[in-house]
Each structure stands twice: as structure tokens, then as C-alpha cells.
């Protein structure tokens, strides 16, 4: 079983930045894959990034330039730096975490993170 912990969400200004941090623990090799999805109001869950233990990345589209996902091993976090925010961005954002990218999502979610982008 693998327990994720969220921070870093809170209220910015459009074009601004905001770091969140996930904190994994349990069965290491349940989060050899780990990402980040994010739920807007009235919207399905939709994945952001995803990082292997590995190093391999993929990023959403909507995000690609402007977020960087990455992740120490050491201490089972991940991070996502989000940059050039826009109100769009506005959602709860959920750490996912699994044995392979492939697997991803699993059931194994962090509670959730709120960020609200001003416009």
C-alpha cells in the first residue's frame, strides 16, 4: 500500500508560480511511477505529468513549457513546479502514485491540493 501527502496549493495571481510537493511512503516499488492529476469543478480527473524513478516524463499538452514535474528519490517526493499560471489552472490537484507509468492512475491517491489562479 502506498500513502501520498500533498502541499504547496493555495491562491496566485495569473502569470504566477506555485511549487507542489507529494510526499509517498509505504511499498516503494507501488510508487515507482508517480503524477499529478488535477479535478476542476464540474470536470473529470486529467492527468498533468507523470515522472518514472527512472527519470522518464510526460506532460499534458496544456501544461508542456509552462510546469515541471520531477522527483527525489531519497525522499519518495514529487514535485510539480507550476509556472505561468492561468485561471484555467484552477483545480484540485491529485498525486497519483503506481509500480509503472503504464499503471497509472491507480487507486492510490493523495488527498487532493487546491490552486486558485486569479485572473
Known amino acids: 500500500q502506498v500513502q501520498l501527502v500533498e502541499s504547496g496549493g493555495g491562491l496566485v495571481q495569473a502569470g504566477g508560480s506555485l511549487r507542489l510537493s507529494c510526499l509517498a511512503s509505504g511499498s516503494t516499488f507501488g510508487f515507482n511511477a508517480m503524477g499529478w492529476y488535477r479535478q476542476a469543478p464540474g470536470k473529470q480527473r486529467e492527468l498533468v505529468a507523470a515522472i518514472s524513478n527512472g527519470g522518464i516524463i510526460m506532460y499534458a499538452d496544456y501544461v508542456k513549457g509552462r510546469f515541471i514535474i520531477s522527483r527525489d528519490n531519497a525522499k519518495n517526493t514529487v514535485y510539480l513546479q507550476m509556472n505561468s499560471l492561468k485561471a484555467e489552472d484552477t483545480a484540485v490537484y491529485f498525486c497519483?502514485?503506481?509500480?509503472?507509468?503504464?499503471?497509472?492512475?491507480?487507486?492510490?491517491w493523495g488527498q487532493g491540493t487546491q490552486v486558485t489562479v486569479s485572473s
Open positions: 497519483n502514485a503506481g509500480p509503472a507509468m503504464a499503471t497509472l492512475p491507480t487507486d492510490s
